[in-house]
């Protein structure tokens, strides 16, 4: 088996600063994925990658950022919190894209803007 | 474009008793549907998927799930509930040649002792 692990767990930050969250997986998949959650309104595609190198927007890459410059790691960056800005951050990984589903999440990053 | 309804945002059911989640789906040709579970404080798994063919999914932990191409729908039904499933569900949709997997907006669901 393998692990995604997202770094921090928890994060604070100021109206207007750049904020970058980590994902590390050791499945050795080519496909990674960063979603927004939001309560009540389900997971947001923001960034995916297909393979290292390779960038993807998602319907929510706005005022995003996104590195993958490495197979197992994939960065999001938020290029300038808003204030009051409280959501969580998944990272998500995949061998074979995603039509066969098996998506393997993190546990989540925290994002609280004051 | 595909999209992912689910109508009932919080599910409450008494432990031992049946259980159905909505889903419906918006897609121009078939879809793979999904369902995934997130219990508190983790990351999403997977509970079943459809690809194909018979249009009953059975999946982990005594759920399963109903594909039916006239409704656009893929409910997920349990027969008996037990405190631990108390989680939320997401249903998701995806097509061939694809890389993104579409989530609904999820149910939040409470099993009663």
């Known amino acids: 088996g393998g692990i995604i692990t997202q770094t921090p767990k928890f994060l604070i930050g100021q109206e207007g600063q750049k904020l970058t969250l980590k994902c590390q997986q050791n499945f050795n998949h080519d496909t990674m994925y960063w979603y927004r959650q939001d309560s009540g309104k389900g997971l947001r595609l923001i960034y995916y990658s297909i393979t290292e190198n390779d960038l993807q927007k998602g319907d929510l890459s706005e005022g995003y950022d996104a590195s993958r410059e490495k197979k197992s790691s994939f960065s999001l960056t938020v290029t300038s919190a808003q204030k009051n800005e409280m959501a969580v951050f998944l990272c998500a990984s995949t061998t074979g894209g995603g039509n066969t589903g098996q998506l393997y999440f993190g546990e989540g990053s925290k994002l609280t803007v004051l | 474009a595909q999209s992912v309804t689910q109508p009932d945002a919080r599910v409450t059911v008494s432990e031992g008793a049946s259980l159905q989640l909505r889903c419906k789906y918006s897609?121009?040709?078939?879809?793979?549907l999904f369902w995934y579970v997130q219990y508190p404080r983790q990351g999403l798994q997977l509970l079943l998927k459809y690809y194909s063919g018979d249009p009953v999914v059975q999946g982990v932990n005594g759920f399963e799930a109903e594909f039916s191409k006239s409704n656009s729908s893929f409910h997920l039904r349990k027969a008996s509930v037990h405190w631990s499933d108390s989680a939320v569900y997401f249903c998701a949709v995806s097509i061939s040649g694809s890389w993104q997997l579409i989530f609904g907006s999820g149910t939040q669901l409470t099993v009663m002792p």
């Open positions: 897609s121009s040709v078939t879809p793979y």
